[in-house]
DNA sequence: TTCTTTGCAAATCGTTTGCAGCATG
DNA sequence: CATGCTGCAAACGATTTGCAAAGAA
C-alpha cells in the first residue's frame, strides 16, 4: 500500500465506490504514522470536512481492515488503533501515556509463517509492553520523590 | 508464577489481603490454559462461589496485572483477556471463532530486549491473527458452496 | 483498629447498528 | 438505476466507579 491511488483502484476493483470522505480518509491514513483511532482521524479530518461522521470514518476503516489493506488492533487503552503498515515489525505502546511508535529496524522484523501447525497465520500483532523516555524520565523522578517523603 | 502458594505470598507481600475470593481467582487462573476473559472466569467459579461479583473478578485481575504477575491483552473481540504466563511466547488468533491458543514451541520465543533505543521494554505481547484448523475447513467448504452457486 | 476487599447499582465510553436520503459507477 | 455510502440518533456491551458494609492483618 504505497500511494492513495494504488489504493483507491484496489478498492474499486472490490467494488467499493470512492466517495470524497473515503479519498481523504485513506489519504490522511497513509500520511500517518502514529497507529491513530478512528477518533483521531475524524479530528484530523475536521477542518477539510466539517460535516465528515465519526461512522462515515468506522465504517471506512473497517472496510479497509476486512480487506487486509491495513491493521486493526487493541493496544490496551480501550481503543481500537489502525495501521496501514503491514510490514513486519512490532510496536511500542507506552504503558503510562499509550502512545505508540514504531519500533525501529530490526526489532520485530520476523518472517511470518504461513502456518503454525494446523493453524493459517494471515497477520500478525507485537506489542512490545513498556515505558517511552519521557514516561521513564518522569517516573523516576517520581520514585525520588517518594524517596524523598519516606 | 508458579502454584498458587507462590503468588499468594507475592501478593500478600505487596500489602494485599488474601480474602477466600481471591484464592480461588487466583487458582482458576493458573490452571486456565485459554486465556479467559473475566468473564470467563467469573462464569467458571459461579459453582463454588455463587455470590462472587464479576466486579471482584475484574478488580483481583487488574491488581494482579498492575503487579506484574500476569499479562493482559485485547485480542480483537472486544474483550480483555488474561494469561498467567509470561514466559515469551505468540498467541494463535482466530479471526473466525476468536478462540486464542498458545503457539507451540518454539514460535514467538524470542528474547525480549531490555530496551529499544531509548524505550525501555516490559513484557511483550505477539499475536498472530488467522484461522484456526475448524474454521480453515469451514471456510472451505464455504468457499465450495459460492463456487457451486455461481 | 486500620486498611483492603466485596458487591450492588449506576455511569462511562468507544464502537456498532438501523435507517432514510444521497451519490457513485 | 442499482448498489454502496453517509450521517444522524439510538443501542450496545465490556469495563469502571461510588459507596457502604464486611472481613483480613
Redesign the pocket.
Known sequence: MRSVQELLER??AR????????AL?YQALLGDTTHP???ALHARLMPA?P??????V???L??LAEAGELRRF?AGD???HYDPDCSPHAELVCVRCHRIQDAPAPFGQHTLPERVGEFLVLARTELLHGLCPACAARAEGEEAGERANA
Open positions: 478498492v474499486r467494488g467499493g465506490k470512492i466517495t470524497p470522505q473515503r480518509i483511532t478512528a477518533e470536512l460535516h465528515l461522521s465519526l461512522t462515515t468506522y465504517a471506512a473497517n472496510d487493541a480501550g481503543q481500537i
